[in-house]
C-alpha cells in the first residue's frame, strides 16, 4: 500500500528567530501543499546553523514524504542551508535544479527513496520562494503520485457578517452532507467559506461540492460576493459596467482607501471617475458642496453630511453613482453618542439613495478597512436591488 502524501516545512533564518521576519512562508506554502495533496504535517523554525539544519532534514524525511525547506540559500556567509542539505543527504547528487525566474538561486529537487522523502530546497524571499515552488509543482505531482491525496475545494466568499454568526448556521447544513468540510476564514472584508471533499474521484467530488453549495445557498445568498475574485469590486465594478453607469466617491476617515480598491483592479476606468478626500470640514463644504448648517447641525460624522457628500461627490465629478464616507477611526475622536468606530456611509445611484451608520469594531486600520468595504457593499446591494 502507499502511504499517503504527508509534507513537513522548514523554515530558516536567524532572522524569523529574532521576530524580525514574520514567517509567511510556512502559511503560503501549508495552503498549497494541502491543495495539492500533501498536506502538512509539521512546521519547523530553525536558526542558521548547519548542523541543526542538516538534523532536522533528516529527522523530517525519516517522518514525511515530503520535506520542504526555505531560506539560507544565498552567498553569504551567514547562509548555511545548502551545507546542511549536503551533510543530510549524505553527499548524494541533486536530482533536479529549478532555475530561478527571481533571483539567482536555483530550487534544489531530490527525488524520495525507499526511507528518505522528496526535498525540496527553495530560497527564503517569498516572490522567490512562490514562484520555484509553482515551477517544483510537476515534479512533485510525479514523484509523488500514489501518495498524494486528491482535494478539492470550491470558495465561497462572503461579506458583512461575522463568522460567529456565519458559522452556526452554515455548520450544520454542510455537516449533513457526508464527506464535505467546511472552513471558515475571516478577514478584514468578510469570511471565505472553503468548502473541501478529500480522496473521491473527481466527479463524485463535484457533486458533493454541488450538494453542499446548494445545501448553503439560501443562508449565504444575502451575504455572497459573486465575483469569481470573491472581491466585491470586482461584483461592483461588473454591476457598473452592465448598466452603463459612473462612479464617483467622497471620503473622510477612509482617506482615500475606496478609491484605492476600485483603481486596484485592472479596468476601473471604464466606471470610476475620481474620488475626493475630504478630510476637513472645510474640505466637505468647499469641495463636495455640503452645507455649513448641516455640517453644524449634525456634526460631521453624521447621516446627513455622509448623504451630502455622495451628492457632492457626484455633482463635482458628474457620475452617475457616488459613495459618502464619514467616521471616526480612533483611536481618539470619540464620544458617548458617537464612540471611536462609528462611521456614517452613503451610496446614491440614479434611482435612488441609501444612508447607514455602522459601529466597526477594531483598531485604526481595521475600522478603516471594514469601512471601505462595507461602503462598497452597501452600494452594490442597493443596484442588486434595483435602486
Ligand atoms: P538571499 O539569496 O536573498 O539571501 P536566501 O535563500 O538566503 O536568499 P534568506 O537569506 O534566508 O534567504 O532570507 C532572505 C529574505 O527572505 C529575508 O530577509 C526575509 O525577508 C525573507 N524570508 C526568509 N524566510 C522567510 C519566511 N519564512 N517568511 C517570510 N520571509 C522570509
Ligand atoms: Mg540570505
Redesign the pocket.
Known amino acids: 500500500v502507499t502511504r499517503l502524501a504527508r509534507s513537513i516545512v522548514l523554515?530558516?533564518?536567524d532572522?524569523?528567530l529574532l521576530g524580525r521576519?514574520?514567517?509567511?512562508?510556512?502559511a503560503w506554502l501549508a495552503d498549497r501543499l494541502a491543495a495539492i495533496g500533501a498536506p502538512v504535517a509539521r512546521m519547523e523554525?530553525l536558526g542558521?546553523v548547519a548542523d541543526q539544519i542538516a538534523g532536522a532534514v533528516r529527522r523530517a524525511q525519516a517522518e514525511a514524504s515530503l520535506v520542504v525547506t526555505?531560506?539560507?540559500?544565498?552567498?553569504?556567509a551567514?547562509?548555511r542551508?545548502l551545507e546542511a542539505v549536503r551533510m543530510a543527504v549524505g553527499g548524494r547528487e541533486v536530482d533536479i535544479e529549478i532555475p530561478n525566474p527571481r533571483?539567482?538561486?536555483p530550487a534544489r529537487w531530490y527525488e524520495p527513496s525507499d526511507d528518505a522523502g522528496a526535498l525540496l530546497v527553495?530560497?527564503?524571499?517569498?516572490r522567490?520562494?512562490t514562484a520555484l515552488f509553482e515551477a517544483a509543482v510537476g515534479r512533485i505531482r510525479t514523484s509523488l503520485a500514489d501518495g498524494l491525496r486528491s482535494v478539492s475545494a470550491r470558495t465561497i466568499a462572503t461579506t458583512g457578517i461575522p463568522e460567529s454568526r456565519l458559522a452556526p448556521d452554515i455548520q450544520p447544513l454542510v455537516d449533513g452532507i457526508d464527506g464535505v468540510e467546511v472552513a471558515f476564514l475571516p478577514d478584514l472584508h468578510g469570511v471565505d467559506l472553503r468548502l473541501t471533499v478529500r480522496d473521491r474521484t473527481e466527479a463524485e467530488a463535484s457533486r458533493l461540492l454541488d450538494a453542499a453549495e446548494s445545501a448553503i445557498a439560501d443562508t449565504v445568498r444575502p451575504f455572497r460576493v459573486s465575483a469569481p475574485s470573491g472581491d466585491v469590486v470586482e461584483a461592483l465594478t461588473d454591476a457598473l459596467e452592465a448598466r452603463g453607469w459612473t462612479l464617483a466617491v467622497a471620503e473622510s476617515c477612509t482617506g482615500g482607501g475606496i478609491g484605492e480598491r476600485v483603481t486596484a483592479r485592472a479596468g476601473a476606468s471604464r466606471s470610476f471617475l475620481g474620488g475626493v478626500v475630504a478630510y476637513s470640514n472645510g474640505a466637505k463644504l468647499s469641495l463636495l458642496g455640503v452645507p455649513g448648517l448641516v455640517l453644524e447641525e449634525h456634526g460631521a460624522v453624521s447621516e446627513p453630511v455622509a448623504s451630502a457628500m455622495a451628492d457632492g461627490a457626484v455633482r463635482a465629478f458628474g457620475s452617475d453613482c457616488g459613495i459618502g464616507i464619514t467616521g471616526i477611526a480612533g483611536p481618539e475622536g470619540g464620544s458617548p453618542e458617537k464612540p471611536v468606530g462609528t462611521v456614517c456611509f452613503a451610496a446614491s445611484t440614479p434611482a435612488g439613495g441609501v444612508v447607514t451608520t455602522h459601529r466597526f469594531r477594531g483598531d485604526r486600520e481595521a475600522v478603516r478597512r471594514r469601512s471601505a468595504q462595507a461602503a462598497l457593499v452597501q452600494l452594490l446591494r442597493l443596484i442588486e436591488e434595483g435602486g
Open positions: 523554515t530558516i533564518g532572522e524569523l521576519t514574520t514567517d509567511s512562508n510556512s523554525t542558521d526555505t531560506g539560507g540559500l544565498g552567498p553569504t551567514d547562509d542551508t533571483g539567482v538561486e527553495l530560497p527564503g524571499p517569498p522567490e520562494m
